[in-house]
C-alpha cells in the first residue's frame, strides 16, 4: 500500500501561481511513477501532468505545457507540482496518484493509488 496526501489547494486569482505537494508513504516512493490529475465538477477526472521513477522523464497534458512544473524529492517522499498562471477552467480537485508500471500512461487505470485530493480553485 502506499499513502498518498495532497496540500497546498486555496484560492487563487487568474494568472496567479500555487504549488501542490503530494506526501507519500508506504511502499518504497522510488518504484513509482507519480502523476497529477484534476476533475472539475460534472467532469471526469483528467490527466495533467506525470514523472517518471527516477524524476528524469516528464509528460504533460497540451493545455498546461509551458506553465506547469512536476518534480519529485524521492529523498523526501514528495512530489510537487507548481502551477504558473493559473486560468479559472483549471478549478478542479487535484489528486495525485502513483503508478507501478513502466509505460507511461494518462489514463487513472494505469494508477494503483489516489490521494484524497486537494481543491484548486482560479477566480477571474
Known amino acids: 500500500q502506499v499513502q498518498l496526501v495532497e496540500s497546498g489547494g486555496g484560492l487563487v486569482q487568474a494568472g496567479d501561481s500555487l504549488r501542490l505537494s503530494c506526501a507519500a508513504s508506504?511502499?518504497?516512493?522510488?518504484?513509482?511513477?507519480m502523476g497529477w490529475f484534476r476533475q472539475a465538477p460534472g467532469k471526469e477526472r483528467e490527466f495533467v501532468a506525470r514523472i517518471s521513477r527516477g524524476g528524469t522523464n516528464t509528460v504533460y497534458v497540451d493545455s498546461v505545457k509551458g506553465r506547469f512544473t512536476i518534480s519529485r524529492d524521492n529523498a523526501k517522499n514528495t512530489v510537487d507540482l507548481q502551477m504558473n498562471s493559473l486560468k479559472p477552467e483549471e478549478t478542479a480537485v487535484y489528486y495525485c496518484?502513483?503508478?507501478?508500471?513502466?509505460?507511461?500512461?494518462?489514463?487513472?487505470?494505469?494508477?494503483?493509488?489516489w490521494g484524497q485530493g486537494t481543491q484548486v480553485t482560479v477566480s477571474s
Open positions: 508506504g511502499r518504497t516512493f522510488s518504484n513509482y511513477a
Open positions: 496518484a502513483a503508478s507501478s508500471g513502466i509505460v507511461v500512461v494518462t489514463k487513472t487505470t494505469g494508477y494503483n493509488y
